[in-house]
């Protein structure tokens, strides 16, 4: 994201890794994500970060052209963690892990404030919905793990549809947290995860079957297109 | 929810139905549905829904006791309509069209501006997020019968959890559509729907058989420690 930084600035923090640059680029994330926690996107100014972080509010226009840069900023720095998808040794412990984790995440206010408001930023700013997407699309991305390993050890057909599985786990958690703001919880979480186990043993995320009940002729002749690369 | 409505003053539209006061509420609706489509939650003000329905601002700030008020009840009507679940004698064809419908909703931009809106709302006002968590309990409410049928035609077990179900088949859509910002489509769609009627013919949206592989045993003694917030 920061390659599309406003103007001819250069892209900021990539410079100097570890040097001076990353050390700013990390006061001014730490800044950006106190303040969304604190005020949420609309209330978040180039003055709060300026003040908070320490660096002048003209380095902040000039590097980052400005709020939206600074928050899409932000959430690349936060993509660039070393997290990893759980590893139980099984498809359904992995998915309950991972759909228990969004639960646990979310369900605590002080750790949820910040990538909430980073989810309602991006109804108000198409750069933060870009790098909203592309800090997903690369966390969903270390999830399909999870999957690949199934279809390694046999639990899952070959073919299964990674990337769809692991957001189907997530999804109806955030469906409630997001959209229609009823209470989730870890039964949630794991009815999440069992269900989408047991589609997927089922080769319901199998392109080949991927129609249900249809063949896997009828799939290949419907006149739905193919999937369309995300 | 209007008889939430700040104040003293009475619920709005709720004395006279069909008479002048259900017609300055529907045309206030109708501004205030306006006005989130064009300027979203954060750019509607009282004086744009004024000018906008005619009514006078300090009858709107008494009947609905200000923008918040004016949104939630704006919401409280959109789900006093005639909608009804699809009716195709299928599990399958039911789950596919409710998905379906999601998608086509959301992908035509004017007709996806207001409720975008309210699900943008939803992060600034606790009262929009109370709205429209009233406004899509009542909506998935009516989801149910298609799965309330399948039972009774015996294609899904008894018992099985209608709610989480019909929440299940849309969550992908609403996942990226709102969370992750990804494209969605009617392949999108339909793998989500077979997914969600396989996962329901295997018996995983059953509360008994509700654990996948494991069993209710293992269910209540899993010690799996909570992953730490990030």
Redo the contacts between chains.
Sequence with gaps: MSENAEGAAPPPGTRRPGGRTARTRAAVRDAVLTGLAEH?Y?GLTVEYVAERSGVHKTTLYRRWGGLEGLVADALDLAGE?T?AP?D?G?L??DL??LA??VC??F??PA?AAA??AF??A???SERA??A??AF??ER?GRCEAVVERAVARGEAPVGT?AG?VV??V???L???L?????PVDTA?A??????????V?????TPST????ATATDARTAT?????P?
């Excluded at 997001?178 to 009823?182: D, L, N, S, W």
């Excluded at 043993?201 to 995320?205: P, T």
Aim: zero cysteines; charged letters at 25%; a neutral charge.
């Design positions: 949420g609309p963690d997290w759980p139980t099984l359904d412990g309950r892990a228990r984790e646990e995440a369900g605590d750790a990538p909430t989810i309602a991006a109804f108000q919905a870009d909203l997407r997903y699309t969903f549809d769809a957001r189907a997530s999804a109806p955030f469906l409630r997001f959209v229609t703001r009823e949630l794991d009815q999440s995860a069992a269900a989408v186990a047991a589609a043993r089922a080769g319901a995320f991927g129609a249900g009940t739905a297109p193919p999937r369309t995300r």
